[in-house]
């Protein structure tokens, strides 16, 4: 594995997100002296918070899996995940609406899942749903270790006995036939393909091997802290400060100060701040106008699809919501072609319905609820640019609230008393390119070692870290890539390693790992 040359005691992180917030508790527990940068007045970049007359919303992601890695990041300190966060796993993970009126709860414990497919479907699919379990088990063991939790240097990485287990296990096929291999009913199909528009990709043209995010989805555990999804950097922050970090809230980075191809300084529009490396975080575009330096490809990056977001607050909630509720249209294929092929928003919408104020009612007004409706749209590459959706979102805003009451939230739009649309506009106004906040898409031509990686070529001290590097988009990855970029600058195998602590370190995280 390629590291950074040269003196790397002082690093400083540009961004605190969880990408940053990852990178510095992994450097602080390897020994190195940590200054995180971050524009806003809080932590959590795209897992931000905004408060909407006392209804506390959550901007970004809404769902947690693999709370091992978080938990990492803590122990790379010497802290507890327990001791700053407080999980709930949810139980069922997902509620699911069909159009035709049935019902599914996804639980993802095997037991209680099978029993409900049963009654769902039949008992043949309940054994597909077994047989499924174990093949997402064997493709998430082998791709966790090889392809996902890896930094790579060249494609020749690739060519190991794994990948050759990875085209055993079906992984080159494509993902919605592979899982119409265990499981025949459709309607249970989508709910474990659709994750693949986390990545950017239609089901029935991603690789099987992007069923891992279905994995995590379905089957690792769905949890959700106390205080919303933003308590997860608040509580990175406050272990990173506690181990030693300083954080500049406020910042905005405005240049990157160099010697050759060392970066010497980063510069604020408040502050100069010295460094012997740097860690970026900020989306692509952002990175690499500060870098200078934009690496070529032999094809341009094509980008995810992207997402209006309704949060509503409202005096009302309606029964037959859990806590994360799919709600399906019943066009499928055609709603793919839609975002990614044609650029026309959802004619006949399937929805990710967030209530987080049915495990935490503290997010709300004494008696008030809270909705996160999120509606995938086409990214601004190939769908309406920034000013036509200034001028769509109110009618689609609109078209969402209709498709609401008639799918069993009727009267939604009378209930609402604070409100909040988001649209690629702000997405773009944010610095996402293509105004989609799930950055580039996971084909196969932007993934492993053909992905943007975090080390650029005439930035000797520089790492990327983020959802638009390796390994990916979504919370556990962003997770992962930031223990990488700390990899890359300190040597040791996932950044984890702590030569070094200082007793005073200690005390102020609670003792040892």
Same mark, same amino acid.
């Given at each position: ?89 949810? &139980? ?15 639980? =993802? ?14 008992? @043949? ?12 088990? #064997? !493709?998430?063991? !082998?791709?966790? %270790? ?11 990485? !690739? ?5 050759? #287990? ?43 091997? $992007? ?54 300084? *980063? ?20 990175? $690499?106008?500060?870098?200078?330096? =934009? ?56 929805? !990710? ?19 996160? *409706? ?22 689609? @805003? ?33 610095? &996402? ?23 650029? %070529?005439?930035?000797? /001290? ?20 930031? @223990?990488?970029?700390?990899? %890359? *600058? ?6 984890? #390693?702590?030569?070094? @602590? ?5 005390? /102020? ?5």
């Amino acid at each position: 594995m390629r590291t950074l040359h040269g003196p790397t005691d002082h690093v400083v992180v540009v961004g605190a997100g969880l990408a940053g917030l990852s990178a510095a508790l992994h450097l602080l527990g390897a020994g190195r002296r940590v200054t995180l940068v971050e524009r806003e007045a809080l932590p959590g970049g795209r897992a931000g918070r905004t408060d909407l007359g006392g209804y506390l919303v959550d901007t970004g992601p809404t769902v947690l899996t693999m709370p091992h890695l978080v938990e990492e990041a803590f122990a790379a300190v010497g802290a507890r995940l327990a001791d700053h966060l407080h999980l709930t796993e949810l &139980h069922p993970a997902y509620r699911a609406h069909f159009a035709d009126g049935s019902r599914l709860d996804v639980h =993802t414990r095997p037991e209680p899942m099978e029993e409900e497919i049963r009654r769902f479907a039949s008992a @043949r699919e309940a054994a597909g749903y077994r047989r499924l379990r174990t093949w997402l088990e #064997r !493709l998430y063991t !082998l791709q966790m %270790r090889r392809f996902i939790d890896a930094n790579f240097d060249s494609p020749l990485a !690739l060519l190991t006995p794994d990948l050759a #287990r990875l085209a055993a296990l079906g992984g080159f096929g494509r993902m919605d036939a592979q899982v119409g291999r265990f499981i025949r009913d459709e309607r249970l199909r989508r709910v474990f393909t659709f994750q693949a528009l986390y990545a950017g990709v239609p089901p029935a043209r991603a690789l099987a091997a $992007y069923a891992v995010i279905a994995y995590m989805d379905t089957m690792a555990g769905v949890h959700f802290p106390r205080g919303g999804m933003h308590a997860l950097p608040r509580a990175m922050a406050e272990a990173a400060t506690g181990a030693g970090a300083e954080i500049h809230y406020g910042h905005t980075v405005q240049a990157l100060e160099r010697t050759g191809e060392r970066i010497t300084a *980063v510069r604020t529009d408040r502050a100069r701040i010295p460094c012997d490396a740097v860690v970026l975080t900020p989306d692509l575009p952002t990175a $690499y106008r500060l870098l200078g330096r =934009t690496p070529r490809r032999a094809v341009p990056l094509r980008h995810s699809p992207s997402a209006v977001i309704l949060h509503a607050g409202t005096d009302r909630t309606w029964s037959g919501l859990g806590h994360h509720t799919l709600s399906f249209g019943r066009a499928w294929h055609t709603t793919f072609d839609e975002l990614t092929r044609h650029g026309r928003p959802m004619s006949d919408p399937s929805l !990710l319905i967030t209530r987080p104020t049915a495990t935490d009612p503290s997010l709300a007004p004494a008696g008030r609820h809270l909705h996160y *409706v999120l509606a995938p749209c086409p990214n601004t590459d190939i769908g309406p640019g920034t000013q036509e959706w200034t001028a769509l979102a109110p009618g689609y @805003r609109d078209h969402l609230l209709r498709v609401l009451d008639s799918r069993g939230l009727p009267g939604i739009g009378a209930a609402i008393e604070a409100e909040a649309l988001v649209t690629p506009v702000d997405w773009a106004a944010q610095g &996402h390119a293509a105004g989609t906040p799930f950055s580039a898409a996971h084909t196969f031509a932007q993934t492993g070692p053909f992905r943007p990686r975090n080390l650029v %070529r005439g930035a000797a /001290n520089a790492v990327l870290a983020g959802c638009g590097t390796t390994p990916g988009v979504g919370v556990p990855t962003v997770l992962i890539s930031g @223990r990488l970029a700390a990899a %890359r *600058v300190t040597g040791l195998p996932g950044g984890t #390693r702590r030569p070094r @602590r200082s007793a005073s370190a200690a005390a /102020n995280t609670g003792g040892g790992a």
